[in-house]
């Protein structure tokens, strides 16, 4: 018998030509590629802690032949306890990445305009894209800080979505009160502001709480969180939106899939908020050292922007990719960034003491020729 003919099924326009996800590399591939096996990890903003005792507690006595929640029922009444929401306004989702995806597909119309910044998170712009949207980029100022003005023109075009992520990814530093409320006086009443708050928990006490000054607008609002970072739980796949209006979550909850949090990352999400306190001397450690690594870099004459994250962005410059190779050949990953006009910076995630230092001594290679 012969082999039929193979025909090229059609694809999706808007998902075949999608730009890849630029993730960091594994740590395997890292051993691989520099024949060492003790590599520092620092490309994904991942907590070098670990995660809480109480969490890997709780996760032995799981039940993995149970689906898990579709409703994630106890983790949404925690989040509601916690944040003072109400459970309706929370979806839980598969990584706050998910839920990137599910506002975007539960808003969006092919040709719709979506804004965000540049440098930014390159989810925000590649699951717009996926749902047909055009995409408009509002680039940072040359100093690094946020452009407010240049995001309050953005903003006067109504955009359906405007993604902003602050603290932001990747540059670190936070809006502060004044320029958070000129951004939110400039939102029209058709934009869904989306405030990516993936770092929220590392920023410092007289930065706004995006999620307290929202609640008090009329506008309409989603803000992401996420145990990713400051608790330690990414290789679990759990964060969340909170929106501003019980129309919008429901919306998002039929855009995701039924059982998106697996039944580990649901358990584990709740033992995480139950031991806070590990979370918040996790985080006050990490702090002290991200200001340990930033004199650090400020006296090698490099500079980076005040970071209200667990990472430091820092222009090197070298080409970023030729970056990378000099910290893996040291057993180091970092993030070598790739948008136009920032390909000499790279993102470094704070690690342990004895891991910044190791970051330290290969950038001080780079700093010195
Ligand atoms: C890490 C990160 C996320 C994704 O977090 P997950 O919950 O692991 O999907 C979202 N937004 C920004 C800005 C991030 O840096």
Same mark, same amino acid.
């Given at each position: 018998?012969?082999?039929?003919?193979?025909?090229?099924?059609?694809?999706?326009?808007?998902?075949?030509?999608?730009?890849?996800?630029?993730?960091?590399?594994?740590?395997?591939?890292?051993?691989?590629?520099?024949?060492?096996?003790?590599?520092?990890?620092?490309?994904?903003?991942?907590?070098?802690?670990?995660?809480?005792?109480?969490?890997?507690?709780?996760?032995?006595?799981?039940?993995?032949?149970?689906?898990?929640?579709?409703?994630?029922?106890?983790?949404?009444?925690?989040?509601?306890?916690?944040?003072?929401?109400?459970?309706?306004?929370?979806?839980?989702?598969?990584?706050?990445?998910?839920?990137?995806?599910?506002?975007?597909?539960?808003?969006?119309?092919?040709?719709?305009?979506?804004?965000?910044?540049?440098?930014?998170?390159?989810?925000?712009?590649?699951? &717009?894209? $996926?749902?047909? =949207?055009? #995409?408009?980029?509002?680039?940072?100022? @040359?100093?690094?800080?946020?452009? !407010?003005? +240049?995001?309050?023109?953005?903003?006067?075009?109504?955009?359906?979505?405007?993604?902003?992520?602050?603290?932001?990814?990747?540059?670190?530093?936070?809006?502060?009160?004044?320029?958070?409320?000129?951004?939110?006086?400039?939102?029209?009443?058709?934009?869904?502001?989306?405030?990516?708050?993936?770092?929220?928990?590392?920023?410092?006490?007289?930065?706004?709480?995006?999620?307290?000054?929202?609640?008090?607008?009329?506008?309409?609002?989603?803000?992401?969180?996420?145990?990713?970072?400051?608790?330690?739980?990414?290789?679990?796949?759990?964060?969340?939106?909170?929106?501003?209006?019980?129309?919008?979550?429901?919306?998002?909850?039929?855009?995701?899939?039924?059982?998106?949090?697996? &039944?580990? $990352?649901?358990? =584990?999400? #709740?033992?995480?908020?139950?031991?806070? @306190?590990?979370?918040?001397?996790? !985080?006050? +450690?990490?702090?002290?050292?991200?200001?340990?690594?930033?004199?650090?870099?400020?006296?090698?004459?490099?500079?980076?922007?005040?970071?209200?994250?667990?990472?430091?962005?820092?222009?090197?410059?070298?080409?970023?990719?030729?970056?990378?190779?000099?910290?893996?050949?040291?057993?180091?990953?970092?993030?070598?960034?790739?948008?136009?006009?920032?390909?000499?910076?790279?993102?470094?995630?704070?690690?342990?003491?004895?891991?910044?230092?190791?970051?330290?001594?290969?950038?001080?290679?780079?700093?010195?020729?």
């Amino acid at each position: 018998m012969t082999k039929p003919l193979h025909t090229e099924i059609p694809l999706n326009p808007h998902v075949a030509g999608l730009p890849p996800y630029n993730a960091g590399m594994n740590i395997v591939a890292a051993q691989n590629h520099s024949g060492r096996q003790d590599i520092a990890a620092l490309a994904s903003n991942e907590n070098p802690d670990g995660c809480s005792p109480h969490v890997t507690a709780a996760l032995a006595s799981l039940n993995p032949s149970r689906y898990s929640d579709p409703a994630c029922t106890a983790l949404r009444a925690a989040l509601s306890h916690k944040l003072g929401v109400p459970a309706e306004s929370i979806v839980a989702g598969n990584g706050s990445e998910e839920m990137i995806a599910a506002v975007c597909r539960a808003v969006l119309s092919p040709g719709a305009l979506v804004a965000t910044v540049c440098p930014g998170f390159g989810l925000h712009e590649i699951e &717009a894209l $996926a749902n047909g =949207a055009r #995409v408009e980029k509002v680039a940072m100022r @040359a100093d690094l800080e946020f452009d !407010v003005p +240049a995001i309050i023109t953005m903003l006067e075009r109504a955009p359906a979505i405007f993604f902003l992520s602050s603290p932001s990814n990747p540059v670190g530093l936070a809006l502060d009160r004044k320029s958070l409320d000129r951004v939110l006086a400039a939102v029209a009443p058709q934009t869904l502001l989306v405030l990516d708050e993936a770092y929220f928990e590392f920023t410092d006490e007289d930065m706004p709480d995006g999620l307290a000054t929202l609640s008090t607008t009329g506008l309409s609002w989603v803000v992401l969180r996420t145990f990713s970072k400051a608790y330690g739980l990414a290789g679990l796949r759990v964060g969340y939106a909170v929106m501003s209006d019980v129309r919008l979550a429901r919306a998002v909850t039929a855009a995701k899939t039924p059982f998106n949090v697996n &039944a580990a $990352a649901q358990v =584990a999400a #709740v033992a995480a908020l139950e031991d806070e @306190a590990w979370m918040r001397s996790s !985080v006050a +450690a990490l702090k002290h050292e991200r200001a340990r690594v930033a004199d650090a870099v400020a006296a090698m004459g490099l500079s980076a922007a005040r970071s209200q994250t667990n990472f430091l962005f820092i222009d090197v410059g070298w080409e970023s990719r030729t970056a990378l190779d000099h910290f893996l050949s040291n057993g180091i990953i970092v993030k070598p960034w790739k948008e136009g006009g920032y390909d000499t910076f790279i993102r470094v995630t704070i690690g342990t003491p004895l891991e910044n230092d190791r970051f330290l001594d290969a950038l001080r290679a780079i700093a010195a020729g």
